[in-house]
Nanobody, 114 residues
Framework: QVQLVESGGGLVQAGGSLRLSCAASGSIFRINNMAWYRQAPGKQREVVAVITKGGSTTYADSVKGRFTISRDNAKNTVYLQMNSLKPDDTAVYYC????????WGRGTQVTVSS
């Protein structure tokens, strides 16, 4: 079992920045990919950024150049640095981890005001 706890969400004005953190605990030694997803009201959950155990990253087109995912394996934590935030980035952001099964955090709300 893996437990994921997100933090760092909040309310920010357009153009501002936030950094999300996701701390993993439990049977973490088997975790490979970690990722951030988001779900806006009335929309499907979508992937925002993915990072492999080796550090390779991929991003949704909508956040490329603005968001950066990083991972500290020693702290079992993954981060999402979000810059130049837009109102369209408003959503609940979820941490995701994959070993032999997918695991999800409970989510953290990010609200970007115009």
């Amino acid at each position: 079992q893996v437990q994921l706890v997100e933090s760092g969400g909040g309310l920010v004005q357009a153009g501002g920045s936030l950094r999300l953190s996701c701390a993993a605990s439990g049977s973490i030694f088997r975790i490979n990919n970690m990722a951030w997803y988001r779900q806006a009201p009335g929309k499907q959950r979508e992937v925002v950024a993915v990072i492999t155990k080796g550090g390779s990253t991929t991003y949704a087109d909508s956040v490329k150049g603005r968001f950066t995912i990083s991972r500290d394996n020693a702290k079992n934590t993954v981060y999402l640095q979000m810059n130049s935030l837009k109102p369209d980035d408003t959503a609940v952001y979820y941490c995701y981890a994959l070993d032999v099964a997918p695991y999800w955090g409970r989510g953290t709300q990010v609200t970007v005001s115009s």
